[in-house]
């Protein structure tokens, strides 16, 4: 860009390729959690989680209790399936 810092583009673009190499390690589960506001939403999270073959979850109401909650109902359920395996 003209002022010499990354365009938005290409930070995406840096983004989902990070995205995409977590992807390949098995043993990791991953969880985006989408916090922006409805009316400013670009909807890069749902694309990580995407690329990063991983939950996609947005909060409305973002505090420490909202996230934690999402974090323990995501382990929970990691869990409940590797019992079942």
């Known amino acids: 860009?003209?002022?010499?810092?990354p365009s938005r583009k290409f930070l995406k673009d840096?983004?989902?390729?990070?995205?995409?190499?977590?992807?390949a390690v098995k043993e990791l589960d991953f969880v985006v959690i989408d916090t922006e506001d409805v009316f400013t939403r670009t909807g890069i999270a749902r694309d990580i989680?995407?690329?990063?073959?991983?939950?996609?979850?947005h909060?409305?109401?973002t505090d420490s209790m909202s996230v934690a909650h999402v974090a323990r109902q995501n382990i929970r359920n990691e869990m409940e399936k590797a019992k079942s395996v």
Do not use: F, H, P
Request: aromatic residues 4%.
């Open 1 to 5: 860009s003209k002022d010499g810092m």
């Open 14 to 23: 840096e983004a989902l390729a990070c995205a995409k190499k977590l992807a």
């Open 49 to 57: 989680a995407t690329a990063a073959l991983g939950k996609y979850v």
């Open 59 to 61: 909060l409305d109401k």
